[in-house]
């Protein structure tokens, strides 16, 4: 473990060591206490898995109250009563059936587009492109790019992706896949899909076309690579697609109600938070990608500035400075995480300048 100031070891000894070592995993998961905890998982060549806990100690300094951000700003959820279950998942988690995309069936009618691609192919290009085993499509933008997905057959409504990455090269597959606000680490050793299933809410809002964002690549020269994209679908009539509007609305805008037995403790409630309209998850979207391009145009400008500032543009620089790094205290998205570190590269004249000023204010966990 690397803290500020101290590198910290622990020694696993693994016995017995008859067995080979095949491959190893470490995890960090929440424990009975609520705490979490790091396992290492170890593959062994005759088939038998050994797990050994690591010390708290020595792995817990990065989920410290003195590093993670605490948000500042109040929910704008209401909030509603609910009875504490005891089936050990949080209130409101989602979850899909193990057999999600066995009722669905692949959508061959669709558009890709947007403008980051649009600059490099056409429509009919990205298609083929995503479609066509060895083929894939490629951007440069630094901060990653965002794909937009038209839906051409009004009988079928879109309720999943699946996204192929790493098969060209693991080192330029995208950090992360983002679709409605979830983001989806995509942490690639080698070729693999990655299944970005819909709820009912999402799929709603998916009638015409939906927006994926996906995340800068660890390659150095900037180059992001995707595959391979299959869309899925139901008929509207499998899916349950409301006749009219005000369905849709009443559907997307139904609060999740208190669900109390006879004679319940009060103290037995905890608050959940009420399920987002179609309209807010909406406008949630456009102000992170306004943000988002405000911030890809202030890391453009200071970037053709350079080091020649007049000493107006010597004060913006700091008050752009002092904004990104608020912004990145914050619990924004993984897009506009993205955009605000580049800002704040492009604010420093050195790399060694902008490494010590994450140093010196803790900015660690985003970096």
């Not at 400075?321 to 608020?326: C, D």
């Given at each position: ?5 101290t ?8 016995i017995?060591?008859?067995?080979k070592?095949m491959d190893?995993?470490a995890?960090r ?7 979490h ?5 170890l593959?062994?060549?005759d ?17 410290s109250?003195?590093v ?10 209401p ?7 005891k ?9 899909f ?6 009722h669905?069936?692949v959508?061959?009618d669709?558009e890709?587009?947007?403008?980051d691609?649009l600059?490099?192919?056409n ?12 083929m894939?499509?490629v951007?440069?933008?630094p901060?990653?790019?965002n794909?937009?997905?038209a ?26 896949v983002?679709v ?8 690639v ?7 970005l ?6 799929s709603?809002q998916a009638?015409?076309k ?9 390659d ?15 008929t509207?009539?499998a899916?349950?697609?409301?006749e009219?509007t005000?369905d ?16 319940a403790?009060a103290?037995?409630?905890?608050a959940t ?5 179609s ?6 979207e ?9 911030l890809?145009?202030l890391?453009g ?8 500032m007049e000493e ?8 752009a400075?002092e904004?990104a ?11 506009v ?11 420093h ?5 902008y ?13």
């Amino acid at each position: 473990m690397l803290k500020p100031d101290t590198i910290l070891v622990q020694e696993i000894k693994v016995i017995p060591a008859k067995a080979k070592i095949m491959d190893m995993v470490a995890i960090r998961h929440p424990s009975s206490n609520s705490d979490h905890r790091t396992t290492l998982i170890l593959l062994c060549e005759d088939g038998s898995l050994r797990i050994y806990m690591a010390a708290m100690e020595q792995t817990g300094f990065w989920l410290s109250s003195s590093v993670q951000p605490i948000s500042t700003i109040p929910s704008s959820k209401p909030t509603k009563k609910k009875k504490v279950t005891k089936s050990g998942k949080p209130a409101g988690a989602v979850t899909f059936p193990v057999d999600f995309f066995e009722h669905c069936q692949v959508m061959n009618d669709v558009e890709y587009g947007g403008n980051d691609l649009l600059q490099i192919y056409n429509t009919q290009q990205i298609k083929h492109r995503l479609n066509t085993t060895g083929m894939y499509v490629v951007s440069t933008k630094p901060a990653g790019f965002n794909l937009e997905i038209a839906n051409q057959d009004n009988s079928l409504v879109i309720t999943a992706l699946r996204v192929l990455l790493g098969t060209q090269d693991s080192q330029r597959a995208p950090s992360y896949v983002e679709v409605f606000g979830r983001s989806v680490q995509t942490n690639v050793a080698r070729n693999r899909w990655f299944d970005l299933p819909f709820t009912r809410d999402e799929s709603l809002q998916a009638d015409k076309k939906i927006t994926v964002t996906f995340g800068p690549s660890q390659d150095p020269e900037g180059v992001t690579m995707v595959d391979s994209i299959k869309v899925y679908g139901k008929t509207k009539d499998a899916f349950g697609w409301p006749e009219e509007t005000e369905d849709l609305a009443s559907t997307s805008a139904a609060p999740v109600q208190a669900t109390t037995g006879v004679g319940a403790d009060a103290d037995n409630l905890v608050a959940t938070p009420v399920q987002l309209t179609s309209l807010d998850r909406e406008c949630n979207e456009c102000s992170h990608r306004m943000v988002s391009g405000v911030l890809e145009v202030l890391d453009g400008c200071f970037t053709l500035f350079g080091n020649t500032m007049e000493e107006s543009k010597l004060a913006q620089r700091g008050t752009a400075v002092e904004v990104a790094t608020r912004l990145l205290t914050l619990p924004t998205p993984m897009s506009v995480q993205v955009h605000t570190k580049c800002l704040l590269a492009a604010l420093h004249t050195t790399k060694i300048s902008y490494h010590s000023y994450k140093v010196h204010h803790k900015l660690f966990t985003h970096f």
